[in-house]
């Protein structure tokens, strides 16, 4: 369900119960310099029963590690055990330019969250010594001590982790420590380069396949018209591959050129930065849409959808465009 504006609360609300009567696994929550994922989800668990909650994702420099660790125990509490956990650094530009956090040592201070939230999570007293984080606190008063977490904490003996992260060595420890990966506009076509890192992680941490779910996430849309299928994703792509970051440090950006589509994401780039929003999605060319999204004919919506599962994504999380209670009715009928 993204965030505002790309979605409305009302809409996110509505969609999160059609999804929940149709049988989804789950139902996933951005949030931005804007939205807020813990308040959107409270609101879905209040409305759903049975479909799983899941933050896509959770920015790690929004919160300090025990406070992330006190949302989700709260989340998972009051949803009876189908809290998610996304969790992802974001970028250089938000995380500097909004949370005042600087953006250095990804890999160290991604590992230390989740151990952090792992044992405030466990009902064991708070104790961690860290090179970003030491709880209780040095200095100060010095009256801190350790503590455990009240209420009870969360339901699940253990909320499944997954990490939003796109370079190699942050895959690769993701392969080491989460529960899933959450990547965005992953390609079917280089599924092998993009999990090799992986399971190169996994292998490392001496862990099996099953303990690790890929849930992908990735624009949808459906129309007769597969061109006006296309149409309906150039916005939200643009602003990835073109607006999500600086000149020099656009994760999105950086994939498409992977992909092979070095002049369509640059010119998208350019484009966006200078302004030109409808020119930098028009700049998409259609073989680079198909390749991180799917633009579907009710025709062909089952095999792009296939095209997913035989490349080992577990999970297809749909970020549905268009109309879109008719495209989680659509998805619902290809994956029953």
Not at 50 to 64: S, V
Request: aromatic residues 8%; proline residues 6%; negative net charge.
């Amino acid at each position: 369900m993204a965030y505002w504006p790309w979605f409305s609360f009302p809409e996110q609300i509505a969609l999160a119960r059609q999804a929940d009567e149709l049988g989804y696994d789950s139902v996933w929550v951005a949030e931005s310099y804007g939205q807020e994922v813990v308040a959107v989800l409270g609101a879905m668990s209040a409305v759903t029963e049975q479909i799983k909650l899941g933050t896509g994702i959770m920015q790690i420099p929004a919160r300090q590690p025990a406070t992330a660790a006190s949302a989700a125990a709260t989340l998972d509490r009051i949803s009876n055990g189908r809290l998610l956990l996304g969790l992802g650094l974001s970028g250089p530009q938000v995380s500097e330019g909004w949370y005042g956090v600087p953006f250095t040592s990804p890999l160290k201070r991604t590992r230390e969250y989740v151990e952090i939230i792992r044992l405030a999570t466990s009902g064991q007293a708070l104790k961690y010594s860290g090179e970003q984080w030491t709880i209780p606190s040095e200095g100060g008063t010095g009256l801190g001590k350790p503590l455990k977490i009240l209420g009870g904490g969360p339901v699940q003996e253990r909320i499944p982790i997954y990490l939003g992260v796109t370079g190699a060595r942050t895959i690769q420890q993701c392969g080491e420590i989460a529960d899933g990966w959450f990547p965005f506009l992953f390609s079917p076509d280089h599924a092998e380069m993009l999990t090799e890192p992986l399971f190169a992680g996994m292998s490392r941490a001496g862990r099996d396949r099953s303990e690790m779910t890929i849930a992908a996430a990735l624009p949808v849309a459906v129309d007769d018209d597969v061109d006006a299928a296309r149409d309906l994703l150039r916005p939200i792509l643009a602003f990835y591959i073109g607006g999500m970051g600086a000149k020099d440090k656009n994760f999105y950006t950086e994939l498409a050129i992977r992909y092979g589509h070095a002049d369509s994401a640059v010119e998208c780039q350019d484009r966006f930065l200078a302004g030109d929003r409808r020119g930098a999605a028009a700049a998409l060319t259609p073989e680079l849409i198909d390749l991180i999204s799917i633009a579907a004919t009710p025709a062909t919506l089952e095999r792009k959808v296939q095209r997913f599962a035989d490349a080992g994504v577990d999970t297809l999380v749909a970020v549905p465009f268009g109309d879109r209670p008719a495209v989680l009715e659509a998805l619902a009928r290809v994956t029953a």
